[in-house]
Antibody, heavy 121, light 107 residues
Framework: EVQLVQSGAEVKKPGESLKISCKGS????????IGWVRQMPGKGLEWMGI????????RYSPSFQGQVTISADKSISTAYLQWSSLKASDTAMYYC??????????????WGQGTMVTVSS | DIQMTQSPSSLSASVGDRVTITCRAS??????LNWYQQKPGKAPKLLIY???SLQSGVPSRFSGSGSGTDFTLTISSLQPEDFATYYC?????????FGPGTKVDIK
């Protein structure tokens, strides 16, 4: 079964750093893009960026460029989303997701369960 | 960025009703339009891709149409499990964007 399993909920203070993870299984991890989607409390979905673990090619939405870093470790089939200095406005649910094809902007047909990040002093 | 709008933002309907949700793009996106369903506390689920292709395992009461800038999602006979929020997403540009969502609740 193709699965994306995300790391658990996090509670952090403003200014702290954070790295959350998304582990893929049941498929060739290096052959599919993995993206990240933000959903702020009570709000809609926002496409943040995407990485191709095979060669680490990474694309960001202009809204998130410079705000987060997307990376992957293909040796352990895991993608990451990280912040160097969190803000209260980073409080949100973060989903990783995978498109079915080789096109990075394609629809996501496989989703992780989500990681809730809460940033509060 | 390509901006996506949806209408209505919410609707109330009864089981068995035919429901139509509209999505509009700020520029032509050909048929690069996808629809998702999200239930509270759950990850989104892909329903329709490429404007009108039904994702595997999705009931046939869901259908999509449109091209260019105007698209619709239709639920032919609303079922209890269909009460959820629906999002459109353009996958035309290198920076895909979602619509604001349409919440479908019980009348």
């Amino acid at each position: 079964e193709v699965q994306l399993v995300q790391s658990g909920a996090e509670v952090k203070k403003p200014g702290e750093s954070l790295k959350i993870s998304c582990k893929g299984s049941g498929y060739s991890f290096t052959s599919y893009w993995i993206g990240w989607v933000r959903q702020m409390p009570g709000k809609g979905l926002e496409w943040m960026g995407i990485i191709y673990p095979g060669d680490s090619d990474t694309r960001y939405s202009p809204s998130f460029q410079g705000q987060v870093t997307i990376s992957a470790d293909k040796s352990i089939s895991t993608a990451y989303l990280q912040w160097s200095s969190l803000k209260a406005s980073d409080t949100a649910m973060y989903y990783c997701a995978r498109p079915p094809s080789g096109r990075p902007s394609d629809a996501f047909d496989i989703w992780g369960q989500g990681t809730m990040v809460t940033v509060s002093s | 960025d390509i901006q996506m709008t949806q209408s209505p933002s919410s609707l109330s309907a009864s089981v068995g009703d035919r429901v139509t949700i509209t999505c509009r793009a700020s520029q032509s996106i050909s048929s690069y339009l996808n629809w998702y369903q999200q239930k509270p506390g759950k990850a989104p689920k892909l329903l329709i891709y490429a404007a009108s292709s039904l994702q595997s395992g999705v009931p046939s009461r869901f259908s999509g149409s449109g091209s260019g800038t105007d698209f619709t999602l239709t639920i032919s006979s609303l079922q209890p499990e269909d009460f959820a929020t629906y999002y459109c997403q353009q996958s035309y540009s290198t920076s895909p964007t979602f619509g604001p969502g349409t919440k479908v609740d019980i009348k």
